[in-house]
């Protein structure tokens, strides 16, 4: 069995940026947490990729200064206009500024590092990135792994999540993430079957015991879309191989929605029946993070867990509009062989359930990086097809 080169560790190149933006935050979550102090998981993130980036410019390294579609900047500029109209004359006062200053923390800096990083070098060095990638997410998986057999966990509910993670539906998208790159890299790449597969299996655990229903159907939804996309010879042994499972799943989905609960779907439905209400009194949006104060009488974040719902009641007509057309735009720069192809898709899926705009922070990166890396040779992306 080969052994994972250390020497692509000790070098920053694309993969090991990716690493650090999505899967760091998850085990400085926990650290964090596990010393009992009060500090953001992410912006020790951000420290160190804005370090790397310093340290690229002093070395004369080139920077990436553009994702070469000024139409595609203007929407973005544009939206984020309506979304500071939207903060300053929202019916809420406290949550509003609350949600603005996240979507800043969670999506606008992430996407500036990404900016000023050349993301020509991920798309020329594609799969040497993306097999680097799947070893950090391997990694992180033995991580958790190693925190659950060693007890440094909560129980939340029904769920048992590590220490740090007040949510077990956060933890179960970043667990689904990590598998769904180690996945890609299994089928796609003739290299460290026995790590993948561990890493798998293990991951399969992490999710089972996390107990989050979305992340799941969209792990499963992203890994037949991905093999019949792009290994379709497969596609018919893989689905007869993994139909237990999914029967299993949907029965399990089946008896939940009579589990009358904060994470249930009869409690998502009572929350979209209220949206639908508010949307039909006013199509032209009551401001940002406005859901709680309206439908609670707090002025604290809440939101209808659907991400189209919270769009309408949050922007209106004309918010929404803008935001399907930026959608539109990531949609004609899909390729399938591009790994945040994928993780975009499960993304949007999951931020169909649950989670506030800034929650599903990771649409507008992976959808950013959709585009960028179109723009900069997606074209010529291609995978190692057996």
């Known amino acids: 069995m080969a052994i994972i080169p250390m020497g692509s560790f000790l070098k920053f190149d694309g993969g090991k940026l990716l690493a650090i933006l999505l899967i760091t935050p998850s085990i400085f979550t926990f650290f964090i947490g596990f010393l009992d102090v009060s500090f953001p998981a992410r912006l020790i993130t951000y420290l160190i990729c804005f370090l790397f980036l310093f340290i690229r410019v002093t070395n004369k390294k080139k920077i990436f200064l553009g994702v070469g579609n000024k139409k595609v900047v203007f929407l973005w500029v544009l939206f984020f206009l309506i979304l500071i109209y939207y903060t300053i004359f929202s019916v809420s006062k406290v949550a509003s500024y609350t949600e603005f200053y ?41 991580f958790f792994v190693s925190i659950y057999f060693l007890g440094f966990t909560n129980k939340v509910g029904y769920s048992i999540i590590p220490i740090g993670m007040d949510n077990q539906i956060w933890f179960s998208r970043f667990i689904s993430d990590y598998l769904f790159v180690i996945i890609f890299c299994f089928f796609c790449y003739n290299r460290h079957y026995l790590i993948y597969i561990i890493a798998i299996v293990s991951g399969l655990y992490l999710l089972y015991y996390s107990g989050s229903r979305a992340p799941v159907f969209s792990l499963f939804f992203v890994v037949f879309l991905f093999v019949f996309k792009c290994k379709r010879k497969l596609f018919l042994t893989f689905f007869m191989m993994f139909s237990p ?76 509009f803008v935001f399907i057309i930026i959608f539109y735009n990531v949609y004609k720069n899909i390729n399938f062989e591009n790994i945040f192809t994928y993780l975009f898709i499960m993304a949007v899926i999951n931020s169909l359930s649950s989670g506030s705009l800034s929650g599903n922070s990771s649409i507008f990166v992976y959808g950013f990086l959709i585009i960028a890396m179109n723009n900069t040779g997606s074209n010529k992306l291609a995978i190692n097809k057996k």
Not at 125 to 130: H, P, T
Request: charged residues 10%; glycine residues 6%.
């Open 102 to 142: 996240s979507l800043l923390y969670l999506v606008c800096i992430p996407i500036v590092i990404l900016y000023f990083f050349n993301v020509k070098n991920i798309v020329c060095n594609y799969n040497k990135c993306i097999i680097n990638f799947s070893y950090y997410s391997c990694f992180a998986i033995y």
């Open 245 to 320: 499972a999914i029967l299993y799943f949907l029965v399990i989905a089946l008896k939940s929605m009579y589990d009358f609960n904060t994470y249930s779907i009869l409690e998502r439905m009572h929350l979209y029946n209220q949206a639908l209400d508010l949307i039909s009194n006013n199509w032209f949006g009551y401001g940002n993070s406005s859901f709680g104060i309206l439908t609670l009488g707090i002025d604290k974040l809440w939101y209808p867990h659907n991400i189209i719902l919270e769009l309408l009641v949050n922007f209106g007509i004309f918010g929404f």
